[in-house]
């Protein structure tokens, strides 16, 4: 995950390192430094060392694929249970989506943790097309076998698009929009192979 840390230019001096310490990350990604640790070293309750760091610092993540738009974004972070939010959210969206788009609306109302019941509510040739993917796995023999060559057809892409919707599939995407591939969670390939 690629990130940069903003230090406002307002900044007193002998805030630096404390902000510098709060946002280091280590190579598991990981931060360095305990909350409990730094408390201690500069001598400040928790919520004065949220007020700093919420005041003249923020991290900047910059996501890879939005689930709607399928476009790079940058999220602006303010603190570390901001950042546990963020990166614990299985479906990345935007804030122009969040903002702008009618599919997030039905979107975000999806239970992620739920994908049996997500799964129970597909059709039967939805179901059929999503066991074909993820037995099928590669892209080329899933354009070729699924798809028969023909990436034009409109009504396989909306029954791909509503899986993706459901969480029961992901596309992954290169920065430009073109498929990289399809990705499955566990869950469904089990539940998937459970009906067999």
Known sequence: MEYE????????????TLIS????????????????????EYGISLDELNLIVE?????????????????????????????????????????????YSPNYIGYSQIDETDLEFQYAEISEMERFILKGMINL??????????????????????????????????????SDCKIKGFKFPFEVVQLVNKQV
């Open 55 to 99: 005041k003249y610092s923020s991290l900047i993540i910059k996501q890879e694929n939005c689930s709607l738009c399928h476009s790079n974004y940058n999220v602006n972070i303010n603190n570390r249970n901001h950042f546990k939010n963020i990166s614990n959210q299985a479906r990345k969206i935007c804030d122009s989506c969040k903002t």
């Open 21 to 40: 310490k709060y946002w280091s990350r280590d190579e598991n990604e990981r931060f360095k430094y305990e909350l409990q640790n730094l408390k201690n």
């Open 137 to 174: 796995k590669s892209k080329m023999l899933i354009y070729k076998h699924i798809f028969n060559n023909d990436l034009e057809d409109r009504e396989l892409w909306k029954i791909i698009n509503n899986l993706e919707k459901k969480g029961l599939i992901y596309i992954e995407r290169t």
């Open 5 to 16: 840390i903003l230090i406002s230019s307002q900044t007193p001096e002998n805030f630096f």
